[in-house]
Nanobody, 122 residues
Framework: QVQLVESGGGSVQLGGSLRLSCVAS????????MGWFRQAPGKEREGVAS????????YYADSVKDRFTISQDNAKNTVYLQMNSLKPDDTAMYYC???????????????WGQGTQVTVSS
């Protein structure tokens, strides 16, 4: 089992920045891949970013490339999502997620947390 606790969401204006954090615990193997997905009301779930345990492999959705950066601090069991140049379309509940592997597209998550809300106003 894996436990994931997110923090850092909030409300910002167009062009603003936020950093999400996720503290993970539980089975280490099941956390080989860590990442984030988001879901807005009425929209499908969207994988946002993921990172392999060694930190060498990252995946990003096209919609966030060059604006979001995923990183991790293995000593703190924490994954971060730095979000810059935020747009209203980024408004969603953001979930930290994990799995033993990232999968072909990078977003094959098996575990996720309760989520943290990000709201971007224009």
């Amino acid at each position: 089992q894996v436990q994931l606790v997110e923090s850092g969401g909030g409300s910002v204006q167009l062009g603003g920045s936020l950093r999400l954090s996720c503290v993970a615990s539980g089975n280490t193997y099941s956390r080989n891949c860590m990442g984030w997905f988001r879901q807005a009301p009425g929209k499908e779930r969207e994988g946002v970013a993921s990172i392999g345990s060694a930190g060498f492999t990252t995946y990003y959705a096209d919609s966030v490339k060059d604006r979001f950066t995923i990183s991790q601090d293995n000593a703190k069991n924490t994954v971060y999502l730095q979000m810059n140049s935020l747009k209203p379309d980024d408004t969603a509940m953001y979930y930290c997620a994990a799995n033993s592997y990232c999968g072909e597209r990078g977003f094959d998550f098996r575990y996720w947390g309760q989520g943290t809300q990000v709201t971007v106003s224009s």
